[in-house]
C-alpha cells in the first residue's frame, strides 16, 4: 500500500488552495513537466488536468481526472498514464494543531502498472511521494510566508492604532 504523510506547517486552507490550482500541478507532481486544465473547473469532479512527462527527447502527454472532492479536505484522482495503464490518488487533509497533516494514498488500478504491482513498485512510489509531498509543503509554506509578508504592514499599523500611535486616542 502506497500511502505516505507529512506535516506542512499551514493550514488545511492553504495546503487546499494549492491543490485546487490546476495551473500549479506541475510545480508539485514529481514527474510532470507542465500541466494545464483541460476539462472542467479544476478540482470539480469530472475536470482534468493534461499534463506532460518528459524522459528524455521522449514526451508523454496523460491526463488526471478528479473523480471525488470534498472541498477543503479531499480530492480523489485519477490519473492516466497511456499503456501503462491509471492510478487512484486520494489526498487527505486532516488539521493538526495549526497545520495540516496531508495523507496521500495511490494505487494502480489498470493496465500495465497494475500487473507489474509489487514490492518494489512500492518503493518507488513511496520514494515519489516523499518527493511530492516535499514539494508540496515548500510551495504551501512559500505561499504562507508570501502571505504573512503581505499582511505585516496592515498588522503593525493596527498594534500602532491599538496602542493610541497616529489616533490621537489613549492606550
Not at 3 to 19: E, F
Not at 50 to 78: F, K, M
Request: charged letters at 25%.
Amino acid at each position: 500500500m502506497a500511502v505516505r504523510h507529512r506535516l506542512i506547517k499551514v493550514s488545511p486552507q492553504v495546503v487546499w488552495a494549492v491543490l485546487a490550482d490546476g495551473t500549479r500541478y506541475a510545480e508539485w507532481v514529481v514527474g510532470t513537466s507542465s500541466s494545464e486544465p483541460v476539462r472542467g473547473l479544476w478540482p470539480q469532479v469530472g475536470s482534468a488536468i493534461e499534463y506532460e512527462v518528459r524522459v528524455g527527447p521522449l514526451r508523454l502527454c496523460n491526463e488526471t481526472v478528479v473523480r471525488y472532492c470534498d472541498e477543503g479536505s479531499e480530492l480523489g484522482l485519477e490519473a492516466r498514464a497511456g499503456a501503462l495503464g491509471t492510478a487512484r490518488i486520494s489526498f487527505r487533509l486532516r488539521p493538526w494543531g495549526p497545520y495540516c497533516l496531508v495523507i496521500v494514498d495511490e494505487h494502480p488500478l489498470q493496465g500495465v502498472g497494475g500487473a507489474l504491482h509489487n514490492v518494489g513498485v512500492e518503493a518507488l512510489i513511496q520514494l515519489r511521494h516523499r518527493a511530492m509531498l516535499a514539494r508540496l509543503a515548500g510551495l504551501c509554506e512559500a505561499r504562507a510566508e508570501d502571505g504573512a509578508e503581505a499582511e505585516r504592514p496592515t498588522k503593525l499599523h493596527g498594534r500602532r492604532r491599538a496602542a493610541g500611535h497616529g489616533t490621537g486616542g489613549h492606550a
